[in-house]
């Protein structure tokens, strides 16, 4: 362009040079000079629109340097042999044209000279094919056809597959890369085809197939071998091609597959990765694909299998972890295996952070509203606040300045917030049996109910996440499910629930089932019993609970069955199918049978398929439960009303569209009059049933248990969110803020917070405190310093508004729990294990913030301590090979996605280096940074086992380039590896 209009430019150079030294130019002057120019810039511009294509091949003929002249001369001369003579020419031309194209292709950055320089011969060398040439060159003349079919061939016409077919049948890597991958890609486009002939095809395919696959794996393209086996249904021969130096890659590559294919193919991908590791006697890692298949006797047989002693207990931290329980003869595996010491990790790990002193309520409050909200809130109100902040703070710590050391805090509280505080002793406790117990005996003989039902409810929190040999919750709480006092039954209940969940034991099924079955229970007790058995056997397929909890719902009257606690009968029965998948069609069949297309027998059924595709990515269950969403309450009982009268049909779409618009502007100013009074109309609204819209609030919060820990679903969630804000129902926007906070627990991503900062000024209260609890749940451990700030200024916000101060304080206890030591995120392993038991207590709170009125602010507030199966220690503790607590340097940084790149990329980026312990938050990883110790898991979280290297093997130093092993951690990712004061 430059070099084109350079004559022009000078021309009116010259002409601005001569006007400053000659004032007297005249306008005409200056006009005469532009005209030149201008007429300069049109010649200059036609002689360039009238070299069209012309010129663009004059350039590339002078483009080409002398010896792509020669190279295109004489490829030239080679098909025109081809074309003109016959016998031993011919051969000696395709001998020729396959030596260039060869030399060609050995690196294919670009496309090959050989291949653009017969471009134009491509149509007539097939057609010369086809017209038949001698029975000696055709092999040879096909291969060539099919190298030049990769660049050339159109789409569809599968031209380098069909020539290859006919070819010499040399190896398919002689021909480069490029090549290799566009056959592949080929084979499994013409694998798919169901004609007869492309059925007669299979066995030259497979033949083929068994060429390709080795050279990809050979070649660090085991992403790609891995594509074209799974595509021919070849899944199993993949670990055929695994060895030391490549099984990494390739299992890391087919877990990641296991979460975009269906059942069963899922399971089949994931059980290759798992033959791979045992072959290789990588046992931490087979554990953890047995512990995603969830088969307890797979998990077994691997812990058997392994003869390392150091390596097995590795294992036992991995069970433990994920609360599967395994009995051996090795006292001290059984320690580990049971998280018998894992009290003294924590309050080890809490003392080397300096956090391990007690915490006040009014140290996490930190607002000048606390006078206010005091005056506000009544003080029993605020003491039961207190007390659940209390117990998130300082869970796991053992001690408090609040109900420890035989205060009488407890005796502050009224009527069921007794029962809470008492409770809260539990949290405090956490996993120390030893020291726990006696301290909630005393209150078992309390004469006050509450305090009883407390301490009883205490008893099962202390033992969650950890197993006694005396099995002392088993014991003591059995004693109270059969109590007098039905408070200390529901809390007996709930406490085995607690105490035992994810654990199948056939004994307290044994003790609750009669109560389940029992028609004269009340529904409370029904709907508790129901909830723990779910607990217990939660992911399990357990058919006899099943038919109970059905059976119970079909006999009961509607008065009980449409109270608001009966939603925890459905999530039992949810639970007993979590990530099961199509194993839930069976119950769906006979929930229909459950109030006959009623509000409460959709909200059921729903709660069964949401739980039952949880964190699976289902796009079809996703986009059924987005067109619940869309439903608006306006048209439907417009259409119900219509069918009941024998009115005309449904209105068209025009009208229904004008009709949602009216519905939406009607919520809109509905939600800005209940500013005023949005307790009373609350309750207006719920005197016809509380699951009336519920099941569209349900299908939202199904929306992100589906899309979980699946990163792209969960991105689109997040966008779907914003218009279900916009244009929802009022039951959608209440679901919304606790959908994104199931999205992203113990991750306060920027963009979520701020969306939910907004909706915590929301004018329907309860879409208010459903945010409140969200921005608790997506700081949950972590002490965000902007969530806490938000928080402290909504305190301030409705300081005069007691149930809602409540929620916020409730969302601070969650923000601070265990003082940065706790995290409530249920994925592990770099997302791929989930924990069944602990996303089951995450849920009971959700399900019961759907109706906040009648649970959590009403006399159902302990439900929050569910959260208790939820909480990990999210710290990285080393130890030596004794079992003892090793200081090592480590780097933590922010994950980085290495699946399907070749060699031995960084798993992380940004790192800090640290000494152990260390931190980790949601998105990051951490590797060791020396070479000192070897870990006994390439994934380090937890508690990790290392053994020393041998001096003479060590080399190098710790900033060397010496590959570290690769750490995957669900921490959770924020600015510190260690918490702030």
């Given at each position: ?7 022009a430019?000078d021309a009116l150079?010259?002409m601005?040079e ?5 004032q007297?130019?005249t ?6 000079a ?5 007429k300069?810039l ?9 070299s ?17 002249k020669?190279l295109?001369?004489?490829l030239?001369?080679l098909?025109a042999?081809?074309t003109e003579?016959?016998d031993?020419?011919r051969?000696a031309?395709?001998e020729q044209l396959k030596?260039?194209?060869r030399?060609?292709?050995a ?9 653009k ?11 010369l094919?086809s017209a ?7 092999a040879l ?11 050339m061939?159109?789409e569809?016409s ?7 077919l ?12 490029s ?5 592949s ?13 492309a059925k007669?095809l299979?066995p030259?395919?497979m ?11 050979a ?6 071998g891995?594509d074209?086996?799974m ?7 993949i670990a055929?091609?695994a060895d030391e130096s490549n099984?990494?890659?390739i299992c890391?590559?087919?877990?990641s597959?296991?979460?975009y294919v269906?059942?069963p193919?899922?399971?089949e991908?994931?059980?290759v990765?798992?033959a791979?590791y045992?072959?290789?006697k990588?046992?931490?890692d087979?554990?953890?694909?047995a512990l995603r ?5 797979l998990?077994l ?10 390596v097995?207990?590795q294992l036992?931290f991995?069970?433990?972890r ?9 006292d001290?595996l059984n320690?580990i295996i049971?998280?018998t010491?894992l ?5 080890s790990?809490?003392?080397e952070?300096d956090?391990?002193?007690a915490k006040n309520p ?7 509203a ?14 039961l ?9 300082n869970a796991?710590?053992g001690?408090d300045?609040m ?17 809470t ?5 539990g949290?405090v406790?956490l996993?120390?049996v030893?020291g726990?117990?006696p301290a909630?005996?005393k209150?078992?003989?309390s004469?006050d109910t509450?305090?009883?039902a407390g ?7 202390l ?13 003591l709480?059995?004693?109270y ?6 408070t200390?039954?529901?809390s007996a209940i709930?406490?085995?629930?607690l ?5 199948e034991?056939?004994?307290?099924l044994?003790l609750?089932?009669p ?6 229970t009340?529904?409370d007790l029904f709907?508790?019993c129901a909830?723990a058995?779910g ?14 909890i059905?059976?119970g719902?079909?006999?009961r009257p509607e008065?009980?069955v449409?109270?608001?606690?009966a939603?925890?009968?459905?999530l039992g ?7 099961r998948?199509?194993e ?5 069949e006979?929930l229909s ?13 729903l709660?069964?398929?949401?739980c ?5 990515g289902n796009?079809?269950k996703v986009q ?8 608006h309450e ?5 259409e ?7 009115e005309a049909?449904?209105a ?5 569209s ?7 502007g ?9 500013s005023?009074n ?6 207006s609204?719920e ?8 099941y ?9 248990l589906v899309?979980?820990g699946?990163e ?7 966008r779907t969110f914003?218009?279900l804000?916009q244009?929802?129902?009022d039951?959608v926007?209440?679901a919304?803020?606790?959908s994104l906070?199931?999205l992203?627990?113990?991750s306060?991503?920027y963009?979520v917070a701020d969306?939910l900062g907004k909706i915590t000024?929301?004018?329907d209260?309860?879409?208010a405190?459903s945010?409140i609890l ?7 451990g972590?002490?965000?310093?902007r969530?806490?700030?938000m928080?402290?200024?909504?305190a301030?916000f ?10 916020v ?9 265990g ?5 409530m995120?249920q994925?592990s ?7 069944r038991s602990g996303?089951a ?6 399900h019961a913030?759907?109706?906040?009125p ?5 006399d159902h ?8 199966l939820s909480?990990?220690p999210?710290f990285?503790?080393?130890?030596d090979?004794?079992?003892?607590t090793?200081n090592?340097?480590?780097r933590v940084?922010?994950?980085?996605d290495?699946?399907g790149q070749?060699?031995r990329p960084?798993?992380i980026t940004?790192f ?7 931190l ?8 060791l940074?020396t ?5 006994q898991?390439?994934?380090l979280?937890?508690f ?6 041998a001096?003479?093997a060590?080399?190098?130093?710790a900033?060397?380039?010496a590959p570290a092993?690769?750490a995957k951690?669900d921490?959770?990712?924020g600015?510190e590896a260690k918490?702030?004061?």
């Amino acid at each position: 362009f430059g070099v084109a209009y350079f004559p022009a430019v000078d021309a009116l150079v010259a002409m601005v040079e001569k006007t400053p030294n000659s004032q007297t130019n005249t306008d005409a002057d200056g006009d005469a000079a532009m005209s030149d120019a201008t007429k300069q810039l049109d010649t200059v511009d036609k002689s360039k629109k009238g070299s069209g294509a012309k010129g663009k091949k004059q350039e590339e003929v002078q483009e080409m340097s002398d010896e792509d002249k020669a190279l295109k001369e004489r490829l030239d001369e080679l098909v025109a042999t081809l074309t003109e003579t016959k016998d031993k020419l011919r051969e000696a031309a395709l001998e020729q044209l396959k030596t260039e194209i060869r030399s060609a292709t050995a690196s294919m950055t670009s496309v090959p000279k050989p291949l653009k320089f017969l471009r134009p011969h491509y149509e007539n060398l097939k057609a010369l094919f086809s017209a038949g040439i001698e029975a000696e060159n055709r092999a040879l003349f096909a291969d060539i056809l099919s190298v030049l079919g990769t660049t050339m061939g159109k789409e569809g016409s599968l031209d380098c597959l069909r020539y290859r077919l006919e070819g010499t049948g040399s190896g398919a890597g002689w021909w480069g890369h490029s090549y290799v991958r566009t056959l592949s890609m080929e084979v499994g486009i013409a694998f798919q085809r169901t004609d007869e002939d492309a059925k007669a095809l299979q066995p030259k395919l497979m033949a083929l197939v068994d060429d390709i696959a080795p050279y990809h794996f050979a070649h660090n393209a085991e992403h790609e071998g891995c594509d074209l086996l799974m595509e021919v249904d070849r899944t199993k021969d993949i670990a055929g091609y695994a060895d030391e130096s490549n099984y990494s890659r390739i299992c890391l590559y087919l877990v990641s597959c296991a979460q975009y294919v269906p059942e069963p193919e899922d399971s089949e991908i994931l059980r290759v990765a798992l033959a791979i590791y045992r072959s290789l006697k990588k046992f931490p890692d087979a554990l953890r694909i047995a512990l995603r298949l969830g088969s307890r006797a797979l998990v077994l047989e691997i812990f058997e299998e392994c003869d390392d002693p150091l390596v097995k207990k590795q294992l036992g931290f991995m069970l433990g972890r994920q609360h599967m329980y395994l009995d051996t003869p090795d006292d001290d595996l059984n320690e580990i295996i049971y998280n018998t010491r894992l009290s003294e990790h924590f309050a080890s790990v809490a003392r080397e952070l300096d956090v391990y002193e007690a915490k006040n309520p009014e140290d996490v409050y930190k607002d000048d509203a606390s006078s206010v909200a005091r005056r506000s809130m009544n003080s029993a109100r605020a003491n039961l606040a207190a007390s659940i902040v209390n117990a998130f703070v300082n869970a796991g710590y053992g001690h408090d300045k609040m109900v420890t050391n035989e205060s009488t805090f407890i005796f502050k509280n009224k009527d069921h917030a007794m029962l809470t505080a008492t409770a809260s002793l539990g949290m405090v406790m956490l996993w120390d049996v030893d020291g726990g117990l006696p301290a909630l005996d005393k209150h078992l003989y309390s004469s006050d109910t509450n305090i009883k039902a407390g301490a009883v409810l205490g008893i099962g929190m202390l033992n969650s996440g950890v197993f006694n040999d005396c099995d002392p919750a088993f014991a003591l709480l059995s004693e109270y499910v059969n109590d007098d006092a039905a408070t200390v039954r529901r809390s007996a209940i709930l406490g085995l629930g607690l105490a035992y969940a994810g654990s199948e034991r056939e004994d307290i099924l044994e003790l609750l089932m009669p109560i389940l079955a029992d028609g004269e229970t009340p529904v409370d007790l029904f709907s508790f019993c129901a909830l723990a058995l779910g607990m217990i056997f939660t992911g399990t397929c357990h058919s006899g609970v099943a038919e109970a909890i059905i059976g119970g719902l079909i006999e009961r009257p509607e008065s009980e069955v449409n109270d608001t606690i009966a939603r925890f009968a459905s999530l039992g029965l949810g639970l007993l199918f979590l990530s099961r998948q199509e194993e839930c069609d069976a119950t769906l069949e006979a929930l229909s049978a459950v109030g006959e297309g009623s509000s409460m027998s959709k909200y059921c059924a729903l709660t069964v398929e949401t739980c039952a595709y949880a964190a699976t990515g289902n796009v079809l269950k996703v986009q059924k439960l987005l067109h619940i969403c869309g439903e608006h309450e306006d048209e439907n009982s417009e259409e119900s009303a219509g069918n009941e009268e024998g009115e005309a049909p449904p209105a068209t779409n025009a009208q229904n569209s004008a009709t949602s618009s009216a519905a939406n502007g009607a919520s809109g100013s509905g939600a800005n009059a209940s500013s005023s009074n949005s307790e009373s109309g609350a309750q207006s609204k719920e005197q016809k049933s509380v699951y009336e819209r519920a099941y569209q609030s349900l299908a939202v919060l199904g929306v992100s248990l589906v899309a979980m820990g699946e990163e792209l679903g969960s991105e689109m969630s997040l966008r779907t969110f914003d218009h279900l804000m916009q244009y929802g129902d009022d039951a959608v926007k209440r679901a919304v803020p606790l959908s994104l906070a199931l999205l992203n627990i113990s991750s306060p991503a920027y963009a979520v917070a701020d969306t939910l900062g907004k909706i915590t000024h929301d004018a329907d209260l309860d879409v208010a405190r459903s945010a409140i609890l969200g921005l608790g749940l997506i700081g949950a451990g972590t002490n965000n310093a902007r969530i806490a700030g938000m928080l402290r200024q909504l305190a301030t916000f409705y300081s005069r508004e007691a149930n809602t101060l409540f929620v916020v304080r409730t969302a601070q206890g969650l923000l601070y729990a265990g003082k940065s030591l706790l995290s409530m995120s249920q994925f592990s392993s770099d997302g791929l294990l989930m924990s069944r038991s602990g996303l089951a207590g995450l849920l009971v709170v959700l399900h019961a913030a759907l109706d906040m009125p009648g649970t959590i602010l009403a006399d159902h507030h302990y439900l929050l301590f569910s959260l208790v199966l939820s909480m990990n220690p999210r710290f990285l503790v080393t130890l030596d090979e004794e079992g003892k607590t090793v200081n090592v340097p480590l780097r933590v940084g922010q994950a980085v996605d290495v699946v399907g790149q070749a060699g031995r990329p960084k798993t992380i980026t940004g790192f800090q280096t640290h000494d152990s312990p260390v931190l980790l938050k949601v998105g990051e990883r951490a590797e060791l940074a020396t070479d000192e110790y070897e870990a006994q898991t390439s994934v380090l979280e937890g508690f990790v086992v290392l053994r020393k290297v041998a001096n003479d093997a060590t080399s190098g130093g710790a900033d060397g380039d010496a590959p570290a092993a690769a750490a995957k951690t669900d921490g959770a990712g924020g600015d510190e590896a260690k918490p702030s004061a």
